[in-house]
């Protein structure tokens, strides 16, 4: 046999897993196996009623959750049963196709957002739903998406040091946080995307209620499709936002005290773009020749305030003035919001920040779309942390997809920690509902680790529960680059 050389295609490996799963599946091995288990002593031991001593008899017979049979102890089941369990084939009709294992496989699209398992699912949905431009626009990275892809793998070379047993028998983990004079639910928080209605007509609004429900903080865009006071009615209360400034400082201070009237608390000036990014998906995608039809201009050019600003490849629109570390104390000193300057990833920026009134830093990459620094922003925490030394808090955001994630940088010394294109795929996929599914499954697996590690409140998680691996953990790939 001829072994596989360069010029013979690679075997898909998807395809191999599948027909070997089917394989087994057919297989009268895989009935030997089942037979030599040593079954019968959990259901003997789960017989004996009541089985938990709290819950008075709750103990009733196990049923196939296919068909619905009592699922018999052996001393029940007629002897050799394992021997003629049904194959697939001979099945009885009631018997829903077995075809989960191959939908976890192929990765087929989820029909609601309860079917989805983690936040990828949501991924594929919304390029499903999308126009190719308005993807492109969230799915870029900058260069060859090489920040972006150091951003998870910063993650995946973090390790958990998880501790078993506690003295006192563990409370349910409370996530709850306070932030700049604020409690949530959850150190999760939304990140500032611009134009969320490219994605979904609910837009900001949808987000925002999700949100709301879940408890968490939402920062608006300075790029948003609606009004801060459209999302604050939406969502029943203020949130923050998110500034990019204009050189024209009074345009500058006529939104600050537009969002500062309708009640904002806190402004962020993001400052990770003011040199300029390359998107070159950007600039094949989406500032080509698609964006010159009908469809792109029916909604753009033909409504007020409604430009493109994907369209603005390289950054915030408008022409660029050497900003400088004075421009801290000017917008702070604007107004009575707390400020926060998002897009730090130094230790001497973070100094800088502090000393010119800064209320809080938010390290950030921008999830790779700002410079191909290959440094991931999970990776930049820690220093930005020791030269805060606690004097305001730390934000963190770019390639958080876990509840893990949100845990490992809470350990790292992080207050809150931010997504930005999971909740746009909740969104894009199913509105308000798939946002607030996001929210829930990431809450959901921060609820779990905190278990796994018998820490019970956000202040308890800390860097003795986290330790770097030498070498990243097999990225999440496919060819069409889903599941970064
Ligand atoms: C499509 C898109 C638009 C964004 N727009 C903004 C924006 O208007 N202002 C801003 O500060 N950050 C913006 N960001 C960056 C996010 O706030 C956040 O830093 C980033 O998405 C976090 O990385 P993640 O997507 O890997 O979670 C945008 C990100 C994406 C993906």
Known sequence: MTAPGPH????????????FFKFLAASPLAALAYASLPHGWLEELAAKEPVDPFVPGSWRVPECVSCGAPILPPAAAPANAHLSLPTRQQAPQQIPPQNAQEEQLTGSLIASPE??????DFERVTHENNLAQHWDYLHMGVEDYETRRANREGFNRLALRTRRLSAEPPKRPDTSIEILGQRFNSPLFLCPVAALQAYHTQGEAGAGRA???????????????????????????PHWFQIYTQPDWNRNKRLIDRVAAAGCPTLVWTVDLLGGSNRELARRSVVGEGTQGALCQNCHNHQQGYQRPMNRDSGPAGERIPYTWDWVSRLKDASDMNFVIKGIVTAEDAEMAIEHGADGIFV?????????????????LPEVVAAVRGRVPVMIDSGVRRGTDVFKALALGADAVGIGRPYVWGLGAFGEDGVDRVIQLIMAELG?????????????I?????????????MRHNELGFGL
Request: aromatic fraction near 4%.
């Open 211 to 237: 949100a709301r429900r879940r408890g968490i903080l939402q920062i608006q865009s300075n790029q948003s499709s609606m009004s801060y006071e459209e999302i604050a009615e939406a969502r029943g209360e």
């Open 115 to 120: 079917d989805a398992v983690n936040v990828w």
């Open 8 to 19: 013979m295609p690679t075997p898909d490996r998807d395809e191999s897993r599948r027909r």
């Open 364 to 380: 950030s990459n921008h999830g790779g779309r700002a410079e191909n620094s290959l440094w991931a922003s999970i990776d930049s």
């Open 448 to 460: 779990i680790v905190m278990g796994q590690t018998q820490t019970t409140s956000v202040a308890e």
């Open 462 to 474: 800390n860097s003795r529960f986290v330790m770097e691996r030498p070498n990243p953990i097999m």
